[in-house]
């Protein structure tokens, strides 16, 4: 069997079919690589590309994608909701069948190498991949943005792993890293006030005493005259999609504020959404076999 992982590379252009269409052909040409999906937001100003493959040529795959986008994304113009250190923002790889979280780590440690002395990219490893403590966590490595990161880059405690201390001059920086499965879960608001978000984000993030394995912030999407609560689930397993929806509606509801809708950014596992029906249905005895598509496989 196939050493199979997932790859998710988020790239700062959401706005630009075209770009976007360059860079996910590069994904699409590499024999052995499926591309899942790709997500797009005007707002953010990002996409994000899903794909899986054996692990070689998923490599290959999320390479020509960084190097097609350090060609076509100017980092000095992009503009955008969602934090982000460079053209490809960060690139994980997630063990799917056959491969263990370390061959993935060293995945992610030939990528980085590469991205570095091919492209000139400065590289940051993180999550099971990080060489130090800081930098297990994506948001603790973007610290600053891509605006702050150009000066801080050549302070020894946010020098990279891999490639100079400088930034790329379009392309900013590159964060690679290998992980567990994350769902990209967004809540939208039905108020225009940003500092709601914000509060609510606070009230459910682990590092403000919220939520294990739950990571939000509150945006502003101006296309839609919107607030949204932004978040990534690193672990659905330990802290439910339904438990911090509950939470951020009861939140709301203290602003005088109602949710409007939700959106998974990307895939997103079965599990996690049986695990929703099971709670919000009451379903008793019910078990994923009973999933009609799971017994066409």
């Given at each position: 069997?196939?050493?199979?992982?997932e790859?998710?590379p988020?790239?700062?252009?959401g706005r630009?079919?075209?770009?976007?269409a360059?860079?996910?052909?590069?994904?699409?040409?590499?024999?052995?690589?499926t591309?899942l999906?790709?997500?797009s937001?005007?707002?953010?100003?990002r996409?994000v590309?899903?794909?899986i493959g054996?692990?070689?040529?998923?490599?290959?795959?999320?390479?020509n994608?960084?190097a097609?986008?350090?060609?076509l994304?100017?980092m000095?113009?992009?503009?955008?909701?969602?934090?982000?250190?460079?053209a490809?923002?960060?690139?994980p790889?997630?063990?799917?069948?056959?491969?263990?979280m370390?061959?993935?780590?060293q995945?992610a440690?030939?990528?980085g190498?590469?991205i570095?002395?091919?492209?000139?990219?400065?590289?940051y490893?993180?999550?099971?991949?990080?060489?130090?403590?800081?930098?297990?966590k994506?948001p603790d490595?973007?610290?600053?943005q891509?605006?702050?990161?150009?000066t801080?880059?050549a302070?020894?405690e946010?020098?990279?792993?891999?490639?100079?201390?400088?930034?790329?001059p379009?392309?900013?920086?590159?964060?690679?890293g290998?992980r567990q499965?994350?769902?990209a879960?967004?809540?939208?608001?039905n108020?225009?006030?940003?500092?709601?978000?914000?509060?609510?984000?606070n009230?459910?993030?682990?590092?403000?005493?919220?939520?294990?394995?739950c990571r939000?912030?509150?945006?502003?999407?101006e296309?839609?005259n919107m607030?949204?609560v932004?978040?990534?689930?690193?672990d659905?397993?330990g802290?439910p999609l339904?438990?911090?929806?509950?939470?951020v509606?009861?939140?709301?509801?203290?602003?005088?504020?109602?949710i409007?809708?939700?959106?998974?950014?990307?895939m997103?596992p079965l599990?996690?959404?049986?695990?929703?029906?099971e709670?919000?249905?009451?379903?008793?005895?019910?078990e994923?076999?009973q999933?009609?598509?799971?017994?066409l496989?």
């Amino acid at each position: 069997m196939s050493k199979l992982v997932e790859c998710v590379p988020n790239f700062s252009e959401g706005r630009r079919p075209e770009v976007i269409a360059a860079i996910t052909e590069e994904v699409k040409k590499i024999a052995g690589v499926t591309l899942l999906n790709v997500n797009s937001d005007a707002s953010h100003n990002r996409t994000v590309v899903t794909f899986i493959g054996e692990a070689q040529a998923a490599k290959l795959a999320a390479f020509n994608a960084c190097a097609k986008a350090a060609e076509l994304i100017d980092m000095e113009q992009h503009q955008g909701e969602h934090p982000r250190v460079g053209a490809t923002d960060v690139i994980p790889f997630i063990p799917v069948s056959d491969i263990t979280m370390e061959e993935c780590v060293q995945l992610a440690n030939e990528l980085g190498q590469e991205i570095a002395e091919k492209l000139n990219i400065p590289v940051y490893l993180y999550e099971a991949a990080a060489k130090t403590p800081a930098r297990l966590k994506l948001p603790d490595v973007r610290k600053g943005q891509y605006e702050g990161l150009k000066t801080a880059i050549a302070s020894p405690e946010r020098q990279p792993d891999y490639g100079p201390a400088r930034m790329h001059p379009t392309a900013g920086a590159t964060v690679v890293g290998a992980r567990q499965f994350l769902i990209a879960y967004n809540i939208n608001l039905n108020t225009s006030d940003v500092t709601i978000a914000k509060k609510i984000a606070n009230s459910i993030r682990e590092v403000k005493g919220g939520y294990k394995y739950c990571r939000a912030m509150g945006v502003m999407i101006e296309d839609r005259n919107m607030a949204q609560v932004t978040i990534n689930m690193v672990d659905y397993t330990g802290t439910p999609l339904h438990r911090v929806f509950e939470t951020v509606k009861s939140e709301a509801a203290r602003y005088g504020v109602t949710i409007i809708g939700s959106e998974i950014v990307g895939m997103v596992p079965l599990q996690a959404l049986v695990d929703t029906a099971e709670f919000y249905l009451r379903l008793e005895g019910f078990e994923r076999k009973q999933v009609l598509e799971e017994n066409l496989r």
